[in-house]
């Protein structure tokens, strides 16, 4: 009997739209994982990460007080510590700039989502961010 994973991995390889389902997981994941690695330099967010931003901001993800608010009923300290939820709330936040920027006909590219994680969408959609963003954005998309 095949294990569950194992299974999805059958599955994405012999259909199409699952692949491209695993494909954009798998971009995300990656996505994630950059945008955590500048933010506070950590290389394994299963990990609590108590590094406090200079506004606030939390988890290896950075999440401000509002964006935690948005995705999570949880006290604005756990997302210090714990990481399986900041993680889940930094996926959501992503999912929905993805989706706002793809609803302005703007594509979702890293370079792009990396922008507006750091300068918010509003920022993005108004080209309004400040020139040290594009340099955040280039190093998360590297």
Not at 34 to 62: F, L, M, N, Y
Not at 77 to 84: D, E, H, I
């Amino acid at each position: 009997m095949l294990k569950p994973f194992a299974k999805l991995l059958i599955c994405s390889v012999f259909a199409q739209p699952h692949a491209e389902i695993l494909g954009a997981a798998l971009d995300e994941m990656r996505l994630l994982a950059a945008i955590a690695h500048v933010e506070t330099g950590t290389t394994d967010t299963a990990r609590p990460c108590r590094k406090v931003g200079r506004a606030g901001e939390r988890s290896a993800w950075q999440l401000s007080r509002p964006v935690w608010n948005t995705y999570s009923t949880a006290p604005f300290t756990s997302a210090s510590s714990s990481p399986r939820l900041a993680s889940a709330v930094a996926a959501a936040h992503l999912r929905w700039l993805r989706l706002n920027l793809e609803k302005e006909n703007l594509a979702a590219t890293p370079y792009r989502l990396a922008l507006a994680w750091n300068a918010g969408l509003s920022a993005v959609l108004a080209s309004s961010y400040k020139y040290q963003t594009t340099h955040y954005a280039e190093r998360v998309a590297n």
